[in-house]
C-alpha cells in the first residue's frame, strides 16, 4: 500500500468558507508564552513555518486578546493594540512560504482570568469567581458587551491586514463566550441569561460583528465546547444546540471542538497518557451529525493512524494534532511519505508545553530540542566529520548519539543493559506510564536511522573506551540510587523505587514510600505495590504527596487512584530516622515527631550521579571527553535530552 493510499482521508483537501486546506491534519490553538511585552516575536514566526514546512494542513494560532481588560496570563499577544500588525505579518508570510493557511484564534477569557497583569476589573457573564484564579468579576451591562463585541471586530480587522486567512473564536474552555453559554456561570436574567438562545446571543452577536469585520475573503471558525465536565455545565446536548444556531446564522465556515474547562477540569483539556487517546471524539462526532458544517476532532491524536481513523470512522473532518506536532514538526510531511514510523510520537508527558506554561516559560518539548528554539540556526554538518564514542544509552546518550550522526560524525553508542532506554525504560512500566517508553522508541529509531553503532551489553570502563579510538567521548552514565542519611544502607527492608520497578526487591504488608522528588516516582511505585496487595502511605516533606503533577496535569487522576487503591497520604513530614518497624517523621510546621509504622520502606529520594567513568577519562587526558544528563546532575528526562542534543551541537 503506497503512502496516499493508506492516509487517503488524511490527505483530501477540504473547503472552509473562502480557504481550501491541502490535508485534514490542523495545528489547532495552543499558548505558546513566546509572545514579548503583548507582541507576537520572531520566535512565533519560525514555529508556526516549522509546523507550515512539515506538512500542517491548517494552523491555527494562539488567542489574541480583544480588550484591555482581558489579560490573564504575561505573556499574551494583545491584538486590541494595532502595533501587533506588522508582527502578524512577519508569521503569515513565513506560513504562507509553505501553501500553508493560517488562522488566528481571538479571545477574551471572561472571567477565567484576574486583574493581576491588567490592574482592571475582570469583565464576565456574571459575578461569579473562577475557582482557579478566585477574583469576583464584573458582570457586564449592556454598553460593556457592546465594547466586547467591537474589540472583537477590531482584532479581527487586525488580523486580516496582518494576512490570516481565516479566524476562530474561541468560545471553549476559557472565553468570556464560555461563561456566557455556560449555565453554571451565567446567571443573568436579561436578555443574555436563561435559555440557550439567549446565551447563545453574545455569540451570535460576535460571529456577526467578525464577519462583517472580515468580510467574505476570511474564513470563520467557532471552537465550542461538548462538555465542560462540571456541576451543571454545558453538556453535549447544549453544544448541539449552539452548533445549529450558528450554522443556522449562516456566516460560519467550521466548527472546532474541546473538552472540559480550562480550570476546574483542565486535566481534560491537554489530557495527559493517563486518558485514552481520542477521548474527546464523542463531541465532534455528535456534532457532525447535527450540523452540515465541517468539525475539527481534538485530543490525543498522536499519530496518524489514529488521525486518518477518526476520519475513516467519522467522527471528524480535521484532525486536530498539537501536542503531536510540537514534538514532531514533520509529522504530517512523514505521514504523507508514508514514514509514519519515523514520526517522533508525542508522550502526553505535558513536562514541557502544558507544563512549562503553568510555569510562565515559553512552550518546549521533552523529547523535541528544537521545539521552542525554532527561531535559532540549528548546528550544521559537522566540519570534520569523527569517530564519536557515546557511553550510556539512556535519553541522554542516545540523543547525543542521533545529533552527532546526524551532523556526520561516526557515532558508536555502548550501553551496559541488554536494552537501551535507562531510566526512562523503566519508568514506563508502571501503571498508566506506558507511553512514556516512546521516548525510548522514538530515540532508538531516530539513532538507527542515523546510522548509529549500537552496541548493547558493554561494560565501558577506561579502557574499552579508549580501545575504540575514538576522536571524542559523551559519557552519558546517568545515575544510581543514593541512600539519605537517615536510612543508612546496612538498614534491611528499605529499598529505593528503582530497586521494586526493576524487581530486586518485593515489598509486601504495610509500606511507607518516602516522596521527596515530587513527581511520579513515588506515586507510580505506591500504584504498583497497592495493585499488589500492599497498604501504602506516601509521606512527603511536601504540601502534596507529587507536588509536581500538578503542573502536567496527573495530580486528579493520581487523586482518584489513589483513593480507588486505598492508597493514604501524609503532608509536611521530614523523615528523620527509622525506629524498630516505623520511620520516625518531624512533622515540620509543628515540630512534633510522629512514627508511621511499616514493613518497608520505599525511597523516591535525590540519586546521585554516576560520573566515576568521565572523572577517570578526564583524568587519563589525551581525548576529548564531554559528559551529559544526570552523569552531571540527575534532572528529569528533558534535560537529559537537551544536553545530549546540546554536547552533540558542539562535537
Ligand atoms: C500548551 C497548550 C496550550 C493550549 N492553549 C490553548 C489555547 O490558547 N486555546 C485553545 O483553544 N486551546 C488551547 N490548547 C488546547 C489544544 O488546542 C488542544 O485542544 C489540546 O492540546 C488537545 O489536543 P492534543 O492532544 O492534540 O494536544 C492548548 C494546548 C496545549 C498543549
Ligand atoms: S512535552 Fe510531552 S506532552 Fe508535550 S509535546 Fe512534548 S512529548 Fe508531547
Given amino acids: 500500500m503506497t503512502a496516499s493510499t493508506r492516509y487517503r482521508h488524511l490527505f483530501t483537501p477540504l473547503r472552509l468558507g473562502p480557504v481550501v486546506v491541502r490535508n485534514r491534519i490542523v495545528f489547532s490553538a495552543h499558548l505558546t508564552n513566546y509572545a514579548e511585552d503583548g507582541l507576537p516575536t520572531g520566535q512565533h514566526a519560525a514555529y508556526y513555518e516549522a509546523r507550515a514546512r512539515g506538512g500542517a494542513g491548517l494552523i491555527i494560532t494562539e488567542e489574541h486578546s480583544t480588550h484591555p481588560t482581558d489579560w490573564p496570563y504575561e505573556k499574551l499577544i494583545h491584538g486590541f493594540a494595532p502595533v501587533v500588525i506588522p508582527g502578524y505579518r512577519r508569521i503569515t508570510e513565513a506560513v504562507h512560504r509553505h501553501r500553508t493557511p493560517i488562522f488566528a484564534q481571538i479571545n477574551h477569557n471572561g472571567g477565567q482570568g484576574s486583574s493581576m497583569y491588567s490592574r482592571l476589573p475582570?469583565?464576565?457573564?456574571?459575578?461569579?469567581?473562577?475557582?482557579?484564579?478566585?477574583?469576583?468579576?464584573?458582570?457586564?451591562?449592556?454598553?460593556?458587551?457592546?465594547?466586547?463585541?467591537?474589540?472583537?471586530?477590531?482584532?479581527?480587522?487586525?488580523?486580516?491586514?496582518?494576512?490570516?486567512?481565516?479566524?476562530?473564536?474561541?468560545?471553549?474552555?476559557?472565553?468570556?463566550?464560555?461563561?456566557?453559554?455556560?449555565?453554571?456561570?451565567?446567571?443573568?436574567?436579561?436578555?443574555?441569561?436563561?435559555?440557550?438562545?439567549?446565551?447563545?446571543?453574545?455569540?451570535?452577536?460576535?460571529?456577526?460583528?467578525?464577519?462583517?469585520?472580515?468580510?467574505?475573503?476570511?474564513?470563520?471558525?467557532?471552537?465550542?465546547?461538548?462538555?465542560?465536565?462540571?456541576?451543571?455545565?454545558?453538556?453535549?446536548?447544549?453544544?448541539?444546540?449552539?452548533?445549529?444556531?450558528?450554522?443556522?446564522?449562516?456566516?460560519?465556515?467550521?466548527?472546532?471542538?474541546?473538552?472540559?474547562?480550562?480550570?476546574?477540569?483542565?486535566f481534560m483539556i491537554e489530557a495527559s497518557m493517563a486518558v485514552p487517546p481520542g477521548y474527546a471524539r464523542f463531541i465532534p462526532s455528535a456534532l457532525r451529525k447535527a450540523v452540515d458544517l465541517p468539525v475539527i476532532g481534538v485530543g490525543r491524536f498522536k499519530d496518524p493512524r489514529q488521525a486518518d481513523r477518526a476520519l475513516v470512522e467519522g467522527h471528524c473532518d480535521l484532525v486536530g494534532v498539537v501536542r503531536g506536532q510540537i514534538a514532531d514538526a514533520d509529522f504530517a510531511a512523514k505521514a504523507r511519505a508514508g514514514m509514519a514510523d519515523d514520526v517522533r510520537l508525542c508522550l502526553s508527558c505535558n513536562q514541557e508545553c502544558v507544563g512549562r506554561m503553568g510555569l510562565n516559560r515559553w512552550l518546549g518539548c521533552i523529547e523535541n530540542p528544537r521545539t521552542g528554539h525554532e527561531a535559532l540556526l540549528p548546528a550544521g554538518p559537522a566540519m570534520r566529520p569523527r569517530k564519536v564514542v557515546v557511553v550510556g544509552g539512556g535519553p541522554a546518550g542516545m540523543q547525543a548519539a542521533t545529533t552527532a550522526a546526524r551532523r556526520g560524525h561516526q557515532v558508536v553508542l555502548l550501553e551496559r543493559e541488554a536494552q537501551t532506554g535507562g531510566q526512562a525504560r523503566v519508568a514506563a512500566t508502571v501503571p498508566s506510564r506506558a507511553e512514556f517508553g516512546d521516548i525510548v522508541r522514538n530515540l532508538l529509531h531516530e539513532c538507527r536511522r542515523s546510522g548509529v553503532e549500537i552496541r548493547t551489553g558493554v561494560t565501558a570502563d577506561v579502557d574499552a573506551v579508549l580501545a575504540e579510538r575514538a576522536d571524542a567521548v559523551v559519557v552519558a552514565t546517568g545515575a544510581e540510587p543514593a541512600r539519605p542519611a537517615w536510612a543508612p544502607a546496612a538498614a534491611g527492608h528499605v529499598v529505593d523505587v528503582r530497586d521494586v520497578l526493576e524487581t530486586r526487591a518485593a515489598p509486601s504488608g504495610r509500606v511507607v514510600v518516602v516522596d521527596e522528588l515530587g513527581f511520579h516516582q513515588a506515586t507510580s511505585v505506591a500504584e504498583l505495590l497497592a495493585d499488589r496487595g500492599c497498604r501504602v502511605t506516601v509521606v512527603t516533606p511536601g504540601m502534596v504527596v507529587g507536588q509536581d503533577l500538578g503542573i502536567t496535569l496527573d495530580m486528579e487522576h493520581w487523586e482518584v487512584k489513589a483513593a480507588a487503591k486505598g492508597i493514604g497520604q501524609k503532608t509536611d513530614l521530614v523523615p528523620m530516622g527509622l525506629g524498630h518497624g516505623t520511620v520516625q517523621l518531624l512533622h515540620h510546621p509543628t515540630g512534633v515527631m510522629v512514627e508511621e509504622p511499616c514493613d518497608w520502606v520505599v525511597l523516591a529520594v535525590p540519586p546521585r550521579p554516576l560520573e566515576q567513568l568521565y572523572l577517570d577519562l578526564v583524568a587519563q587526558g589525551g581525548i576529548e571527553v564531554h559528559r551529559a544528563g544526570d552523569c552531571i546532575a540527575p534532572r528529569r528526562a528533558h534535560a537529559a535530552i537537551i544536553e545530549g542534543h546540546r554536547v552533540a551541537e558542539l562535537l
Avoid at 124 to 142: H, I, M, N, T
Avoid at 236 to 259: K, M
Wanted: hydrophobic share 45%; glycine share 12%; aromatic share 4%.
Fill in 122 to 266: 475582570v469583565w464576565a457573564a456574571s459575578a461569579v469567581a473562577d475557582p482557579l484564579f478566585r477574583e469576583v468579576p464584573k458582570e457586564v451591562d449592556r454598553r460593556e458587551i457592546a465594547e466586547i463585541v467591537a474589540g472583537y471586530a477590531t482584532v479581527a480587522a487586525h488580523c486580516k491586514e496582518g494576512g490570516f486567512d481565516g479566524i476562530e473564536l474561541q468560545c471553549s474552555h476559557s472565553s468570556i463566550v464560555r461563561g456566557f453559554l455556560s449555565p453554571a456561570v451565567n446567571m443573568r436574567s436579561d436578555e443574555y441569561g436563561g435559555g440557550l438562545p439567549n446565551r447563545a446571543r453574545l455569540l451570535l452577536d460576535l460571529v456577526a460583528a467578525v464577519r462583517e469585520a472580515i468580510g467574505g475573503d476570511l474564513a470563520l471558525g467557532v471552537r465550542l465546547c461538548g462538555d465542560e465536565l462540571i456541576e451543571g455545565g454545558t453538556t453535549i446536548v447544549d453544544a448541539i444546540e449552539v452548533a445549529r444556531l450558528v450554522e443556522a446564522q449562516g456566516l460560519t465556515d467550521y466548527i472546532n471542538t474541546s473538552i472540559g474547562v480550562a480550570t476546574q477540569s483542565l
